[in-house]
């Protein structure tokens, strides 16, 4: 009788036991059914821009961020809410990732982690077509426009006092664009890519002048310690649309 209430008992502690193994293997887990919040710009093309046609956001980073999404079968939403509110989602925790054409910094690299970078750009010196300026020293006494947050406006901000101009700051680069066209502002710094881009594709009265500065890469971000599982299928996936050629395919289909 002994024997038998010694065997219940050890089948009793074993099932316990056991019970606590899979309730713990089990929150170890990744979490599944989870639709990730992925903020970014509103007009930003060619990475992120509205098609007016579909009413749909469309653009180089909104291809990639779909083409990775696939490749490592997670869900995500996109907001579309501009450079700046789209930074500030994320650091509030109101968005879990950001694909904005986000250059790579150490500054930044304080607050957010950043994959592997999948594109690289810099900024360049923007002005009307009609304009004389042809660099840095013909902006002495004049106003510059920059978009807010952006590494354009760090650069002209740093290099103000050197070359005597003001600083105008502006929501967006449509706006910073017309400001420029308009007289307000005699130029304005923007990425070179996306200056090109909007130039060529909107016949803008507009030309980039000199030469491309502080190239460095863009990259998808999380807040800092967050998300860690975003950034590597982040990663994941780069490496294999890069190995499969879709990644090539998004770059020419927006002339790259």
Same mark, same amino acid.
């Given at each position: 009788?002994?024997? #038998?209430?010694?065997? %219940?008992?050890?089948?009793?502690?074993?099932?316990?036991?056991?019970?606590?193994?899979? #309730?713990?293997?089990?929150?170890? =887990?990744?979490?599944?059914?989870?639709?990730?919040?992925?903020?970014?710009?509103?007009?930003?093309?060619?990475?992120?821009?509205? /098609?007016?046609?579909?009413?749909?956001?469309?653009?180089?980073?909104?291809?990639?961020?779909?083409?990775?999404?696939?490749?490592?079968?997670?869900?995500?939403?996109?907001?579309?809410?501009?450079?700046?509110?789209?930074?500030? !989602?994320? !650091?509030?925790?109101? %968005?879990?990732?950001?694909?904005?054409?986000?250059?790579?910094?150490?500054?930044?690299?304080?607050?957010?982690?950043?994959?592997?970078?999948?594109?690289?750009?810099?900024?360049?010196?923007?002005?009307?077509?009609?304009?004389?300026?042809?660099?840095?020293? /013909?902006?002495?006494?004049?106003?510059?426009?920059?978009?807010?947050?952006?590494?354009?406006?760090? @650069?002209? &901000?740093?290099?103000?006092?050197?070359?005597?101009? $003001?600083?105008?700051?502006?929501?967006?680069?449509?706006?910073?664009?017309?400001?420029?066209?308009?007289?307000?502002?005699?130029? #304005?710094? =923007? *990425?070179?890519?996306?200056?090109? @881009?909007?130039?060529?594709? &909107?016949?803008? $009265?507009?030309?980039?002048?000199? /030469?491309?500065?502080?190239?460095?890469? @863009?990259?998808?971000?999380?807040?800092?310690?967050?998300?860690?599982?975003?950034? *590597?299928?982040?990663? %994941?996936?780069?490496?294999?649309?890069?190995?499969?050629?879709?990644?090539? =395919?998004?770059?020419?289909?927006?002339? @790259?």
């Amino acid at each position: 009788m002994k024997t #038998c209430k010694r065997l %219940a008992a050890l089948l009793l502690a074993l099932l316990m036991a056991f019970s606590l193994f899979a #309730c713990g293997a089990k929150n170890s =887990e990744p979490e599944t059914g989870k639709k990730y919040i992925i903020a970014s710009d509103n007009a930003f093309a060619p990475f992120e821009y509205l /098609d007016t046609e579909t009413n749909a956001y469309v653009g180089i980073d909104m291809d990639i961020l779909k083409a990775i999404a696939e490749d490592q079968k997670f869900d995500y939403e996109v907001q579309n809410v501009g450079f700046d509110a789209a930074l500030n !989602q994320v !650091q509030s925790g109101q %968005a879990d990732g950001v694909i904005a054409g986000m250059t790579i910094t150490d500054e930044r690299k304080l607050t957010f982690d950043f994959s592997e970078g999948y594109f690289d750009a810099g900024q360049i010196l923007v002005v009307p077509a009609n304009s004389d300026i042809k660099g840095l020293e /013909d902006l002495k006494g004049t106003n510059v426009a920059v978009k807010i947050s952006t590494q354009g406006a760090d @650069y002209a &901000q740093s290099i103000a006092k050197e070359y005597g101009f $003001e600083v105008t700051t502006y929501e967006d680069s449509p706006t910073m664009y017309q400001a420029v066209i308009q007289g307000t502002n005699s130029a #304005c710094f =923007e *990425d070179d890519p996306v200056a090109r @881009y909007s130039i060529q594709s &909107q016949n803008l $009265e507009l030309k980039v002048v000199g /030469d491309v500065i502080n190239a460095k890469p @863009y990259g998808f971000a999380a807040k800092k310690g967050e998300n860690s599982e975003l950034i *590597d299928m982040f990663n %994941a996936g780069l490496v294999n649309i890069k190995a499969n050629g879709v990644y090539d =395919e998004i770059l020419a289909k927006y002339g @790259y």
